[in-house]
């Protein structure tokens, strides 16, 4: 059974940094990309990172140059550094893979 399971969620200040994890349960990681999303309240979730099985990677340009996604194949294990947060990175945050997908982690941008 597939099972993603987040953290690394939190309240921070604008400016500030935070690190979210993604470990995967299952034979599925390795060959598969590993998405994140969010989804703030009264809006649509959206997507804001991506890395393939082979380490590319790519973002909107919202979040371009400020969040990095990675992936550590041994470990089953994705990351989402997140720097120079906004007020508006304020939302739940979700790692998927395939059409799985985690419990989502709150992140609150806040001074």
């Known amino acids: 059974q597939v099972q993603l399971v987040e953290s690394g969620g939190g309240l921070v200040q604008p400016g500030g940094s935070l690190r979210l994890s993604c470990v995967v349960s299952?034979?599925?990681?390795?060959?598969?990309?590993m998405a994140w999303y969010r989804q703030a309240p009264g809006k649509q979730r959206e997507w804001v990172a991506v890395?393939?099985?082979?380490?590319?990677?790519a973002y909107p340009d919202s979040v371009n140059g400020r969040f990095t996604a990675s992936r550590d194949n041994v470990t089953n294990t994705a990351y989402l550094q997140m720097s120079s947060l906004k007020h508006d990175d304020t939302a739940v945050y979700y790692c998927s893979i395939q059409q799985y997908w985690g419990q989502g982690t709150q992140v609150t941008v806040s001074s």
């Open positions: 890395v393939t099985p082979n380490g590319q990677k």
């Open positions: 299952g034979s599925i990681f390795s060959p598969n990309g």
